[in-house]
C-alpha cells in the first residue's frame, strides 16, 4: 500500500519560495514511492478560530469555510510536511489560522510530520519552533535531518540558490516518506489508543 505524504505551505504567496521547499520535499517523497499531494493556503478563506469548543462535539469546525476539507485531507495523509515563511519571526496568519483551528479536534497522533521555514535573514528558528509544538502535542512523529529544515530568500524563486536548503527539503521528504511507510506497516500501539475530547477545568483535573 502506498503511502500518503502531503505538503501545505502557509505562505500567502502561491507559488513562492516555500511552495518551492515543500515540493521539492514532495518529489523526494514521491521517489520512495509514497503518493503526494500539495495544498497552498494562498487564495483561501482560512478564518480565525473563535475558542467556542463547538467543534468537540461535531468533530470538525462549525465555520463553513474552506477548512474542513482541508483537516479531512489531513486525516487520509500518512505524513505531513507543514511549511511557512517568517512573518515578523511568526507563522504566518493563514498557517496560523489552520493549526488554532484543526488543533482542537483532529487527531494526528502517529502520523509522521515536518516543517520547513523560509525567512530573509532571522525568525526562522521561532517559526520552526512553533511548528514544532503543534505537530509534538499532537502526537506526531518528527524525523531529524542533517541540516536545520531552514531556508533563506527574498524574492520568489532565490531560494533555489540555497543549495543547502534544497538538499535539506529533499531529504525531510525522502526521510518523511521513509518513516511513514515503516509506520503503516507496524503502527505504534498508541496511534490507536482513544483520545479525550473534552476540556480540562483546571490545571491538574481529569478530562471531563
Not at 29 to 55: P, R, S, T, V, W
Not at 63 to 79: F, H, P, Q, S, V
Amino acid at each position: 500500500m502506498r503511502t500518503r505524504i502531503l505538503g501545505i505551505s502557509g505562505s500567502p504567496r502561491s507559488g513562492g519560495n516555500t511552495s518551492i521547499l515543500i515540493t521539492t520535499a514532495l518529489e523526494a517523497a514521491a521517489k520512495q514511492g509514497a503518493k503526494i499531494e500539495f495544498i497552498e493556503l494562498a487564495g483561501m478563506n482560512i478564518d480565525i478560530c473563535e475558542h467556542c469548543n463547538a467543534c468537540t462535539d461535531l468533530g470538525r469546525c462549525k465555520k463553513d469555510d474552506e477548512l474542513n476539507k482541508i483537516a479531512e485531507t489531513m486525516l487520509t495523509a500518512d505524513g505531513i510536511i507543514f511549511g511557512s515563511p517568517s512573518h515578523y519571526a511568526s507563522l504566518t496568519t493563514l498557517l496560523k489560522n489552520l493549526l488554532d483551528r484543526t488543533g482542537r479536534f483532529i487527531h494526528l497522533e502517529g502520523k509522521v510530520g515536518s516543517g520547513i521555514v523560509v525567512g530573509r535573514r532571522s525568525g526562522t528558528d521561532i517559526v520552526l519552533s512553533q511548528l514544532l509544538f503543534f505537530m509534538l502535542v499532537k502526537e506526531m512523529i518528527v524525523p531529524g535531518s542533517a541540516f536545520w529544515p531552514v531556508g533563506f530568500s527574498l524574492n520568489v524563486g532565490d531560494i533555489r540558490s540555497d543549495t543547502e536548503a534544497i538538499l535539506m527539503a529533499s531529504q525531510i521528504g525522502k526521510r518523511v516518506a521513509q518513516l511513514a511507510a515503516t509506520l503503516v506497516r507496524n503502527p505504534v500501539p498508541w496511534s490507536v489508543e482513544p483520545r479525550p475530547v473534552g476540556q480540562k477545568v483546571r490545571f491538574g483535573d481529569e478530562w471531563k
